[in-house]
């Protein structure tokens, strides 16, 4: 059973396109993240939701915006995307907000 | 300003070694600190969490310890396999913020 889940795993679009790319768990967790990982691979937060609430929203272009429809989905919306939105894009979820994470398996965004 | 540093430099050993990870932290107060394990092409994995009134901590062949005097966190695995080949991460929050945030990883090679 998978336990966190992204949806696309490769997405390949070119600069000003809209994209969204997808997030489920089935552990039950009350959190859920997103983090950016660079070609350095810099694992940076961006948003974090507890119970369908955001609580965490680092400095992010508002072209970025996180939607979370119920407590087991987080989605990532991106407009008029950029070349430097190129990155591997991770969800995550704890079971609260002070305990470890669960990664998924991270979706590769090429912007061109 | 805030910083996490983990040794850039691949760490390579023999198998069947001790491998030990440094993760050093400053103008942190953090509550806890976790260590995490990534392969290539795959989210990072939880391995171990250390709370700040624990002195050292301990999973099979895996061992954390947290000094926040030095401010430091050591991760060791003991009778290292290939299979342990990875990047380790540590990662802390920021002083009661909820905000987690990576170290970039040390990459451990181990040599059959």
């Known amino acids: 059973d998978t336990a966190v889940s992204q949806t696309p795993k490769y997405l390949v679009t070119q600069m000003g396109n809209d994209k969204s790319i997808k997030c489920e768990q089935n552990l039950g967790h009350d959190t859920m993240y997103w983090y950016k990982q660079d070609s350095k691979k810099f694992l940076k937060i961006m948003f974090s939701?507890?119970?369908?609430?955001?609580?965490i929203n680092e400095t992010v272009p508002n072209r970025f915006s996180p939607k979370s429809p119920d407590k087991a989905h987080l989605n990532l919306h991106i407009n008029s995307l950029e070349l430097g939105d190129s990155a591997v894009y991770f969800c995550?979820?704890?079971?609260?907000?002070?305990?470890?994470?669960?990664f998924g398996p991270g979706t590769r965004l090429t912007v061109t | 300003s805030q910083k996490i540093e983990q040794n850039s430099e691949a760490l390579n050993i023999q198998e069947g070694k001790t491998a030990t990870l440094t993760c050093n932290y400053t103008?942190?107060?953090?509550?806890?600190l976790q260590w995490y394990r990534q392969d290539p092409g795959r989210g990072p994995v939880f391995l171990l969490l250390?709370?700040?009134?624990?002195k050292e901590k301990r999973k099979e062949r895996l061992k954390v310890t947290f000094d926040t005097t030095l401010k430091q966190s050591l991760f060791h695995i003991t009778a290292s396999q290939p299979a342990d080949s990875a990047t380790y991460l540590c990662?802390?929050?920021?002083?009661?913020?909820?905000?987690?945030?990576f170290g970039r990883g040390t990459s451990l090679i181990v040599h059959p």
């Open positions: 103008n942190y107060s953090p509550a806890y």
């Open positions: 250390i709370r700040e009134n624990e």
């Open positions: 939701y507890n119970n369908k609430e955001l609580i």
């Open positions: 990662a802390l929050e920021s002083g009661g913020s909820y905000i987690p945030t």
């Open positions: 995550a979820s704890s079971p609260t907000r002070v305990y470890e994470q669960y």
